[in-house]
């Protein structure tokens, strides 16, 4: 089985910035791609950006140039550094991590990110 727990979410004000963390444990060499997804009150849980092994990344088209995705394979972490952050950002943001057929192997607990003033 696999673990991941998210860590670095909290209240920010308009424009601020905010680190999100992913530690994966457990079966990692099963781990492939990963990514970071959110959900907000009466919305669908969407994309936010995407991460291959290789370093190769995707990101949803309202995050872009705002939002960068990294991750420390020595270290089985993932990253989400958000700038600018915007009051329609506020969700709950989910770590994922999928295999090389592109099954999901687990999700996060969540972590809350607000934006207000």
């Known amino acids: 089985q696999v673990q991941l727990v998210e860590s670095g979410g909290g209240l920010v004000q308009p424009g601020g910035s905010l680190r999100l963390s992913c530690a994966a444990s457990g079966s990692i060499f099963r781990i492939n791609d990963m990514g970071w997804y959110r959900q907000a009150p009466g919305k669908q849980r969407e994309l936010v950006a995407r991460i291959t092994r290789g370093g190769t990344t995707n990101y949803a088209d309202s995050v872009k140039g705002r939002f960068t995705i990294s991750r420390d394979n020595a270290k089985n972490t993932v990253y989400l550094q958000m700038d600018g952050l915007k009051p329609e950002d506020t969700a709950v943001y989910y770590c994922?991590?999928?295999?090389?057929?592109?099954?999901?192997?687990?999700w996060g607990q969540g972590t809350q990110v607000t934006v207000s003033s």
């Open positions: 994922n991590a999928v295999d090389g057929a592109w099954e999901d192997i687990a």
